[in-house]
């Protein structure tokens, strides 16, 4: 009796989608990419309950006549190659052919396409040409889908294509169950059509979601032009941009100078041959090239637009076309390092002394701590920590952010970063002396749509922190006052910090009175402890500070006194002690 099954199609599409669509956002970016391969001018994207009730997308691309509108949610349907030897010179961003049958397994979709007139003669790409002179009155075709099997298939009026997709997983309830948060699933939505936006910049792209509009971006004539139309002048002015070509690979860059870092890799953008991926040795390449420049827990901000011959690399290397597999994974890596290398080297008001090629006679232990120290700066320390250690405890400073203390107990290694978070973390979660600070002058603090987003819905949660914020309006947050461990914070970078953070640990929220709900914290109060624990890094002494000796043994003190010594908010150890006994054993005494 045979025990292998062949699976029926319908399992096998379910199967498929698990690895095509993993949340609202990739729908998006499927249905996205079908428009941009259809030569559209115009895409726009709408939004019910962060997709999950409703994803739509139109476009006013070539559309499709019936046959292939029908023919369009088989498994392996496409019109973008035809033989092996077109997958190795791909121009197009699907290829696969199995997204459209992969979203229609797992939703209920409604396709209105019309075939449109050649480019030439198509409104939008023709100026000349009013807006429906060629489509209106064609006669499109609407066909119906749900769990992947077609319900209707009907003339409409259509112009180009448009696409809604209705409760996403309703026949996979595992799947839908994974969903995050509303405000989650909306930042990867916003991630993705932004990240779309960004590798197609001559497209205009319109996103709303729950009716209202996240941003409506006109077609731009430049790379630098769409960046502005999303992040604004301020942010762009923290970039320095430029442009390298070399062996078959050119590059557009835009990273960060060495004063705008972030606290976070949320600003990091990769794209090869206008397809947004993720690729680690091109990142590292970037990470390679500021090392040394500026601290560890500092992350540039980075747009790499990568264009290398469509022969040397390969995007079929996951569903989700995510990720790319490069034919000469060195020579994209030099180039990458070299490129921002060069870039760096104009920002001009910087050292570009590589570490290791410090002048002689640095002091050894404030080679750590700088690396490679702005020279305009004069707020990173110039002195000899030496001066600092003149209070009644041995203190020595060992670099970084460690100092070694003599004790009753033993030899104390401290990491006076961490235990300085641990001992602010508790003060902000127990409101221990924590007062507020109103700023004299209100700072307003532009982010990403994403964190924004994220903040608007959890004002609440900083307001009970002592962070007095509201919503500006235009992705803008106002701070108004902030508790005063944090006045020698800087407040954008804390707040998108906070942001980062609450999108990265989602709280899920469980009704209280439901059975076998987690044990612990109620939702609330681990969105408090997520924005507490952003509030006592940004308020803690950081690796650039060298803390005196009374400070050391203020902050041994007030360790001693916390509920949980022994570790930072994150889980790293804040001391390490070395008893006598031990140091005996090591001696082998
Ligand atoms: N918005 C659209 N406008 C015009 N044609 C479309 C549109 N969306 C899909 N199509 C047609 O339907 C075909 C199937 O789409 P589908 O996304 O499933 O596959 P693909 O884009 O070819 O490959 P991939 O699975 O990698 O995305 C496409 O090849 C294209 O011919
Ligand atoms: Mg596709």
């Not at 460690?402 to 508790?426: C, I, Q, S």
Request: hydrophobic fraction near 40%; glycine fraction near 6%.
């Amino acid at each position: 009796m045979p025990v292998i099954n062949i699976l029926s199609v319908s399992l096998r599409n379910k199967i498929a989608a698990g690895e095509v669509v993993e949340r609202p956002a990739s729908v998006v970016k499927e249905l996205v990419e079908n428009a941009i391969d259809a030569s559209s001018t115009r895409i726009s994207v709408e939004t019910v309950r962060a997709g999950k009730k409703l994803i739509y997308v139109s476009d006013n691309g070539t559309g499709m006549d019936r046959e292939d509108a029908v023919r369009a949610f088989e498994r392996y349907a496409t019109s973008k190659i035809r033989d092996e030897q077109d997958l190795s010179n791909l121009k197009t961003m699907g290829f696969r052919g199995e997204a459209l049958s992969s979203v229609a397994a797992v939703s209920k979709m409604t396709m209105k396409t019309a075939l449109s007139a050649p480019p030439g003669l198509r409104p939008g790409v023709n100026p000349d040409l009013r807006s429906g002179e060629t489509n209106a009155g064609i006669t499109g075709t609407l066909v119906e889908i749900a769990g992947g099997e077609i319900t209707a298939t009907k003339d409409c009026a259509a112009s180009g294509t448009v696409i809604e997709v209705r409760e996403l997983f309703f026949n996979t309830p595992a799947r839908r169950k994974f969903l995050k948060s509303d405000a989650t699933e909306n930042y990867h939505i916003i991630d993705t059509v932004t990240r779309e936006a960004l590798s197609h910049y001559k497209i205009m792209f319109v996103l709303r979601m729950d009716g209202s509009e996240v941003f409506s971006l006109p077609a731009a004539s430049s790379l630098h032009e769409r960046l502005l139309q999303l992040y604004g002048k301020d942010f762009i002015d923290g970039l320095i941009e430029s442009g390298f070509g070399h062996a078959g690979m050119s590059v557009s860059l835009f990273a960060s100078r060495l004063e705008h870092m972030k606290n976070n890799r949320s600003m990091q953008f990769i794209f090869v041959n206008g397809r947004p991926v993720k690729d680690q040795s091109v990142g590292y390449a970037v990470y390679k090239a500021y090392e040394g420049m500026v601290p560890k827990e500092k992350h540039p901000v980075f747009f790499v637009f990568l264009d290398v011959d469509a022969g040397q690399v390969d995007f079929n290397v996951h569903p989700s076309k995510r990720e790319v597999r490069f034919s000469q994974k060195n020579g994209v890596f030099d180039f990458i390092y070299n490129a921002v290398r060069e870039v760096l080297k104009k920002d001009t008001g910087f050292c570009s002394v590589r570490k290791g090629e410090e002048e002689t006679g640095t002091h050894p232990i404030l080679e750590t701590n700088m690396g490679c120290v702005p020279v305009s700066s004069g707020n990173l320390i110039s002195e000899e920590p030496d001066r600092f250690f003149t209070g009644y405890l041995p203190v020595i400073y060992l670099g970084d952010t460690f100092v070694a203390v003599p004790t009753k107990e033993g030899l104390v290694l401290l990491d006076y970063h961490a235990a300085h978070e641990r001992v602010n973390y508790e003060r902000f979660l127990k409101r221990m002396d924590v007062r507020s600070h109103r700023l004299l002058f209100p700072r307003q603090v532009k982010l990403p749509r994403g964190e924004y987003a994220v903040l608007i819905e959890h004002l609440h949660v900083l307001n009970e922190e002592g962070l007095d914020a509201g919503d500006f309006g235009h992705d803008t947050i106002i701070v108004r006052s902030i508790p005063e461990l944090l006045m020698d914070a800087d407040i954008a970078a804390l707040m998108s910090d906070i942001a980062s953070s609450l999108l990265k640990n989602p709280v899920t929220r469980v009704p209280k009175n439901l059975s076998g709900a987690p044990a612990g914290l109620e939702p609330v109060d681990s969105e408090r402890r997520i924005v507490a624990a952003r509030m006592a890094c940004h308020s803690s002494i950081r690796g650039k500070e060298v803390p005196d000796a009374v400070r050391v043994a203020e902050l041994l003190k007030s360790l001693d006194a916390a509920e949980n010594p022994h570790s930072c908010p994150h889980g790293r150890p804040t001391r390490i002690t070395i008893s006598v006994d031990e140091l005996r054993k090591m001696f082998k005494k």
